[in-house]
């Protein structure tokens, strides 16, 4: 259906369009200031990039007109103000390249249950009084997942979360209140979620350094778990880092603490799987996640790779674990475990809705398409000598920081230092890869013209064999 930006009035009882000037409620954009934040934080020396304050923009809300009743003028203005944001989400999804989100889905079949406050309070497994719920579905799709991981349905507890942070909140919470005194073991490329559960809780933590790839060094894993072989271990195990997509080695974690001193009853593992945990298992030759290892939790995110529509997860831990953290609620005739009180109860249905459209078979197919789409992508940056690397089993394609904040802005990429870097997700298209490379390509060539500006050397972040700079550049040649 056509979008325009028209509003209908009523003039003598009659409807009319007339043109309604959107600027004045939607201003345009500014670029992002540069500011430093208040603590000094820097990425390699630079100044982050925040973006705009949204107070600039936002949409006022006003008190209705004491004839608005009758003459529909609020309502033709606030379908205008609908109508143009919507084609303003259409013209943002073209050039959505830098976060985990997968784009592409259809739920035109489950609006008929938006009329619904579908509540899940409380224990998934145990009904409360509220009777507007969608428990079945969310049990259905925690089995499910419970198979994919391999555990047993009577040996695992499990909930959808709000968010992949979430899941995070509550792995790493079921490790401490199973270890009270324990240390909390973390690279330094995990997601921000993991020290501000650190924070949350009032936790120890020790950040432990990465390899080039952004995978966890277990050499140094090592020597801060000798430095506290006297408490108890929680770790945080990366199933795809943030930035760089890196997988930690879950195998090579669990035999580290074991040569550490550290026997199963003093360890606990919470794998964050947010994008690459449900991509994984259709990967050929990739370690498994599995709960038949001494795990114990697995989350992941429902808004990435599945394509929900709205942020939520799932988070799986073993039922032993779940005693110490849950307690009965008289007001909910059901059982608290969850981080949340009130839980989105539309979520689970549109996740029980895509795996049964796509199944296992389904999965598979979208994951070898992005695992193709990133390599073509990572191959034609380096034709363009543009420094990228492509780690195995990841989708995410890190290359150098443009050298414009309109140009990232516009491609919506993720920034860290001089990295940024593109998620390919099944809605990104070989098509869309192109647009982007020409439009990357053409804008290189005006930034570096007169030799001024040097494109950045960032062999630091992603190896020298695939930095592109002029030293590593020649290095190679020679």
């Known amino acids: 259906m056509e979008v325009v930006d028209a509003v209908s009035v009523h003039v003598n009882g009659k409807a009319e369009i007339e043109d309604f000037d959107i600027s004045a409620v939607v201003q345009p954009e500014p670029l992002p200031p540069i500011v430093a934040a208040e603590n000094g934080d820097k990425q390699n020396g630079r100044e982050i990039v925040l973006g705009k304050n949204v107070h600039t923009t936002c949409l006022e809300v006003t008190e209705p007109e004491a004839n608005d009743e009758f003459t529909g003028d609020k309502e033709a203005y606030m379908a205008s103000v609908l109508a143009r944001y919507r084609k303003n989400l259409m013209e943002r999804t073209k050039y959505h390249l830098g976060y985990p989100y997968n784009l592409d889905f259809d739920y035109g079949a489950l609006g008929q249950l938006q ?26 799709v925690l089995d499910w997942f419970a198979r ?57 933590c020790e950040k432990v350094d990465c390899l080039i790839s952004g995978e966890i060094d277990c050499a140094d894993f090592k020597a801060k778990l000798l430095a506290n072989k006297d408490k108890p271990a929680i770790i945080n195990v990366n199933i795809g880092t943030t930035v760089k997509g890196a997988v930690d080695d879950l195998d090579l974690v669990i035999q580290t603490l074991e040569e550490s001193g550290f026997s199963q009853d003093r360890f606990y593992i919470h794998c964050d799987g947010a994008l690459f945990g449900l991509m994984m298992p259709f990967v050929k030759r990739a370690p498994k996640v599995t709960f038949k290892k001494p795990i114990g939790s697995v989350s992941v995110s429902g808004h990435k790779f599945v394509g929900c529509p709205m942020p939520c997860g799932v988070q799986i831990t073993r039922m032993e674990h779940i005693d110490v953290l849950s307690r009965n609620v008289e007001y909910l005739a059901s059982r608290d475990a ?59 394609v890190v290359f150098e920081r443009p050298l414009d904040e309109e140009f990232v802005r516009r491609w919506q990429l993720a920034c860290q230092g001089n990295i940024a870097h593109v998620v390919v997700m099944p809605s990104v298209t070989i098509e869309k890869l192109d647009d982007f490379l020409n439009e990357l390509v053409e804008k290189r060539s005006t930034w570096y013209r007169d030799g001024g500006v040097q494109p950045p050397c960032i062999a630091v972040d992603v190896g020298c064999e695939n930095c592109a700079c002029a030293l590593h550049k020649l290095s190679v040649l020679s």
């Open 115 to 140: 009329h619904f406050s579908i509540n899940n309070l409380g224990d998934p497994f145990i009904e409360s009084n509220y009777g507007v719920h969608s428990r079945q579905f969310e049990v259905g």
């Open 148 to 204: 994919l991981w391999e555990i047993e349905k009577n040996e695992y507890w499990g909930y959808i979360t709000n968010c992949g942070t979430e899941g995070n909140l509550h792995g790493i919470l079921v490790g401490r209140e199973v270890f009270p005194d324990g240390v909390l073991y973390a690279s330094r490329e995990s997601h921000y979620s993991v020290f501000k559960a650190a924070r949350m809780y009032r936790m120890d």
């Open 338 to 396: 969850t981080i949340m009180g009130s839980r989105n109860g539309h979520a689970p249905i549109f996740l029980w809705y895509t795996l049964n459209r796509k199944g296992y078979k389904g999965f598979q197919k979208e994951v070898q398409k992005c695992l193709r789409n990133a390599h073509y992508l990572k191959d034609r940056l380096h034709d363009a000598g543009i420094s990228a690397m492509l780690n195995e089993l990841s989708s995410t």
